[in-house]
């Protein structure tokens, strides 16, 4: 699946601006998410005339509903609204937060993050009436924790996921505030995005506050590269549907570009090229046996092994010692593995390598199978303006094993050499 890539639209006023940021990055995505509380005051078919220049499918992304907290009969009355509103706009996706608007008798200026365990059954109870009233599944949204209450969020989602049909709005620069902040750690929501069928994504821009001195979501100068790295790990590994760009609000069309072409640089294009081409695109090491043969067990303890190390940027205590991170897809390859998943495990080697989480010097990486007329060869970027090669399969054996190192069923040489 190669996701579509595209921009949050917060009001009427900010649809020319993304028009030609879309226009500028050459884009044209299917998809735009319409930031309800921007346009809610308009009549349905006025929002429609606001969207159509943008020819593509809409998804409504909901902020300030209170939904948790309404009174009944006003719940009542939002619902059956948006239900209107989504009878004529027919969007793709329906997504809404788990906040908190009250303190006692006052309202914070912006929402809060909830007592998770406190609302639990009452949250089920109106995401259920939610999605019974609008007709469709409700997606809700990561919350970016600033306080020990976040530590109960993946649990809570586990919860009402399971209980309610409702479905994770996955936002990587929220998740990584949490886990910056300590209170949730990245790794802790793997079970919950292993099963989805499709995420929508989210991704924005984190930095610290300088008042409080914590992360926090910010109007920065475009995606950082933390949310960068985990939103490229997230669609190598999760079937990601569509990934949203929630630019600042008062960026130009220039800078929202800029911010789209380099998400589209880091996330959706392998080492190799485009994602449609590197052997990998239909997914990371979970679809390494491209033969779709069911992997054996050792395979399946590397691939949990590098899917952690991907999630969590640490070594896992379960990858086996003694070798570098990018030589883990060429360990536990059964004795009867066909030739199409042994290339793919040097190629995905291969791109481990090129990412270089080893820090590693060479160049030029040559890998050769030791027992079969079969080689890659991989050569790193020399500048920015170049792009990683990948070579291969090469119907030879270019090492010798006397010249060479071996690992598992595998030789390999790193030079400074070039291809
Ligand atoms: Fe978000």
Redesign the pocket.
């Known amino acids: 699946m190669i996701p579509t890539l595209t921009l949050e639209i917060a009001s009427p006023g900010a649809i020319p601006v993304a028009l030609r940021a879309l226009n500028l990055a050459g884009m044209k995505p299917n998809l735009v998410e319409v930031f309800w509380d921007g346009f809610c005051h308009l009549e349905p078919i006025e929002v429609m005339g606001h969207l159509e220049e943008f020819d593509a499918a809409i998804s409504l992304?909901i902020s300030n509903s209170r939904f948790l907290e309404t009174p009944e009969d006003e719940l009542s009355g939002y619902l059956s609204r948006l239900r209107k509103s989504i009878s004529v706009l027919a969007p793709t996706a329906v997504s809404d937060h788990v906040y908190r608007f009250t303190v006692g008798q006052l309202r914070p200026c912006f929402p809060l993050e909830c007592d998770y365990r406190a609302v639990e059954r009452s949250a089920v109870d109106r995401i259920i009436r939610y999605q019974d009233t609008i007709g469709q599944t409700l997606l809700l949204?990561n919350y970016a924790s600033t306080s020990a209450i976040g530590g109960a969020q993946p649990e809570f989602f586990e919860e009402i996921m399971s209980k309610t049909g409702c479905r994770l709005?996955w936002?990587v620069?929220?998740a990584l505030v949490a886990h910056f902040n300590g209170w949730c750690e990245i790794d802790r929501w793997t079970h919950l995005l292993e099963k989805s069928r499709s995420l929508h994504v989210?991704v924005?821009t984190l930095g610290v506050d300088k008042y409080e001195g914590d992360y926090r979501?910010t109007q920065g100068d475009g995606p950082d590269s933390a949310s960068m790295e985990l939103l490229k790990d997230t669609v190598r590994l999760f079937p990601v549907s569509h990934i949203?760009y929630?630019g600042s609000a008062g960026a130009s069309a220039e800078d929202l570009a800029q911010s789209l072409l380099a998400i589209e640089s880091a996330a959706l294009r392998s080492p190799f090229g485009s994602a449609g081409s590197n052997p990998y695109s239909g997914g990371g090491p979970r679809n390494r046996g491209r033969s779709g043969d069911e992997p054996q067990d050792d395979s399946r303890q590397i691939e949990r092994a590098l899917r952690d190390l991907y999630l969590t940027s640490t070594i896992p205590n379960d990858l086996p010692e003694g070798h570098s991170l990018w030589q883990a897809p060429l360990y536990g390859t059964p004795a009867d593995a066909s030739t199409a998943e042994i290339e793919s495990r040097m190629m995905r080697a291969g791109e481990l390598w090129l990412e270089n989480h080893d820090l590693s010097h060479g160049r030029l990486l040559v890998l050769s199978r030791s027992d079969a007329e079969l080689s890659f060869g991989f050569e790193r970027a020399a500048s920015p303006s170049e792009s990683a090669k990948a070579r291969g399969p090469i119907r030879r054996r270019l090492l010798s094993p006397l010249r060479s190192h071996g690992v598992g069923g595998y030789l390999f040489a790193e030079t400074d050499h070039r291809l």
């Open positions: 992304h949204e709005l936002d620069t929220n989210h924005g979501v949203v929630e």
